[in-house]
């Protein structure tokens, strides 16, 4: 049996904590729930301060845990994260090291797992891009170009560096997680060490002149991305969410999301959008249906949002286009 944790479920669980308190949270404890009782731990979120979040799971496993992420508005995320105990297996960071992560995240849901029969402790922080451009004020050009392409072009770019966990990083995370202090002296005590570990993490990436990811897809993987991309054309009406197509061509919505952008140079359902509306035009073109069937045929299910798509895309409005090519092919006869 394999447990599942909802970030759905958390979010609502802190919307609930807030409600009851009457203010916005600062700490949230949500414990593992395990019908068996074989395993155990938790997640803690704490907000420091506006635009500061740092993030604990701590869990002894006897099977394996799979977090589903949730679904949300398409934003810019800054990322540090320590693998503390315990290997992650869908982000590939074994324990002992760390990511920094920016990219801009396109509000898809997904999942990752951890791997039983062991303790796990994972450590993270995350930043808003606001929150992280008031920390480097005018000092932004000493970071790798992809990062500053995240916080500023807001495209679908990903940067991600993996490095050891050093002993001063170690002696860090170490003070945070075991604060002795409460009330507003554990708070800035937790700012200040966070903000130092940032300090720390940038140091190692600041010299880092990387413009593209590097690829570590295999033949067999890329051949499943082509399966996901055909999977999605055939469903273009009514299209499986990215953690079900990750399931449905064998691999995990991590690899199925980098993967598509490497092969295709846009995200899954970028790619399927644009799909859609080449495919409207093309429907249109030759006349083989009205926009109104047009719009249920390619899968968009509001007209007006078909509409404001097609004519972002094609500097045209769908009707227009049809009645412009119905007299081209009429003039043409």
Not at 104 to 119: P, T
Not at 210 to 221: E, T, V
């Amino acid at each position: 049996m394999t447990l599942i944790i909802s970030e759905a479920d958390f979010y609502q669980q802190i919307l609930e904590v807030e409600a009851e308190n009457n203010l916005p949270y600062k700490t949230v404890e949500i414990p593992l729930n395990d019908p068996k009782q074989l395993s155990q731990g938790y997640r803690r979120s704490m907000d420091i301060c506006p635009g500061l979040n740092l993030l604990i799971d701590d869990y002894t496993l006897q099977e394996d845990l799979i977090v589903e992420v949730a679904s949300g508005e398409p934003a810019s995320q800054l990322e540090l994260s320590f693998s503390l105990l315990g290997d992650n297996y869908d982000e590939k960071t074994p324990c002992g090291e760390n990511f920094f992560s920016a990219h801009w995240h396109s509000g898809e849901a997904g999942f990752f797992r951890w791997r039983g029969g062991s303790r796990i402790l994972k450590f993270d922080i995350h930043l808003d891009v606001w929150f992280f451009k008031t920390l480097i004020a005018d000092e932004i050009e000493q970071l790798p170009q992809l990062i500053q392409q995240v916080m500023e072009i807001q495209d679908e770019v990903e940067y991600r560096h993996l490095a050891k966990t050093t002993p001063a990083m170690q002696n860090l995370t170490n003070q945070i997680l075991n604060c002795p202090y409460q009330g507003i002296t554990r708070r800035l005590y937790l700012e200040s060490k966070a903000l130092e570990l940032i300090a720390l993490r940038l140091e190692q990436i600041k010299g880092d002149t990387s413009k593209y990811l590097s690829s570590n897809l295999q033949p067999d993987d890329i051949e499943r991305i082509y399966y996901a991309r055909d999977i999605l054309i055939k469903n273009i009406e009514n299209p499986p969410s990215l953690m079900e197509l990750a399931r449905m061509v064998g691999l995990n919505d991590c690899t199925l999301k980098k993967g598509f952008r490497e092969v295709f140079a846009t995200t899954a359902f970028g790619y399927l959008y644009n799909y859609r509306l080449e495919t409207a035009r093309h429907l249109l073109e030759t006349r083989k249906a009205k926009v109104t069937d047009v719009v249920r045929m390619v899968g968009f299910r509001d007209r007006s949002y078909f509409a404001a798509a097609f004519r972002k895309k094609f500097g045209v409005n769908p009707s227009i286009y049809l009645k412009g090519n119905h007299q081209n092919l009429r003039n043409s006869a």
